[in-house]
C-alpha cells in the first residue's frame, strides 16, 4: 500500500461525502471527486435511479463536469478519488480522458476493473496507462456498501 498524505485522505473524504449524498437519495453510495493539483474540479456520486440513465456512475458523472470545467474531454494530469474500485466503462472512459491517477477505496471483487477482475487502467496494449493506487480509507468504503445492502435486505 502506497503512503497517502493528508491531501490524499481529504480527497477521499470528499467522496465519501458523496457517496453518503447518493445514499440519502436512494442511490448505491458510490462518490467520486476529480482533483487537479490537489484541487477538486468536480464532484459526484452514483444517480443511474434517479437520472434513469445506466451510464451515470458516480465516476462518469464526475468526469462529465471535470470536462465542461476545464473545457475539455481530456484532463491530462487530474486524479480520480472513487469509494469502490471502478468498473469496467469508468476506467475505460478514464483512459480515454487521461486521467494521470486513480485512488479508490474499497475493491468489487464482483465488477472491479482495476485490478480485481480487470486491471484495464494499467493494460500495456492501450494508448494510456494510470497511476491505481487501492484501499485508501477502504474500511469506511467498504462500510458504506455493506451497510447499503444490509439495511435493503433487512
Known amino acids: 500500500m502506497p503512503a497517502y ?12 461525502a458523496q ?6 437519495e436512494g442511490e448505491v453510495p ?9 484541487r477538486i474540479i468536480a464532484r459526484a456520486h452514483n444517480q443511474p435511479i434517479a437520472l434513469r ?4 456512475h458516480a465516476e462518469i458523472l464526475a468526469l462529465r463536469a471535470a470536462g465542461a470545467a476545464l473545457h475539455s474531454y481530456r484532463l491530462p494530469g487530474a486524479a480520480v478519488y472513487v469509494t469502490l474500485e471502478p468498473c469496467v466503462m469508468c ?16 475493491r468489487d471483487p464482483k465488477a472491479g476493473a ?21 484501499g485508501l480509507l477502504e474500511a469506511q468504503c467498504a462500510e458504506l456498501l455493506s451497510g447499503f445492502f444490509a439495511r435493503r435486505r433487512g
Open 5 to 16: 498524505d493528508a491531501q490524499d485522505v481529504a480527497l477521499m473524504e470528499a467522496a465519501i
Open 19 to 24: 457517496a453518503r449524498a447518493g445514499e440519502a
Open 30 to 38: 458510490v462518490g467520486a471527486v476529480v482533483a487537479l493539483e490537489g
Open 53 to 56: 440513465d445506466p451510464t451515470a
Open 91 to 106: 476506467i475505460g472512459a478514464m483512459v480515454i480522458a487521461r486521467i494521470a491517477r486513480l485512488v479508490f477505496g474499497a
Open 114 to 134: 482495476a485490478g480485481s477482475i480487470y486491471d484495464i487502467g494499467r493494460d500495456g496494449r492501450l494508448n494510456h496507462r494510470l497511476e491505481v493506487y487501492s
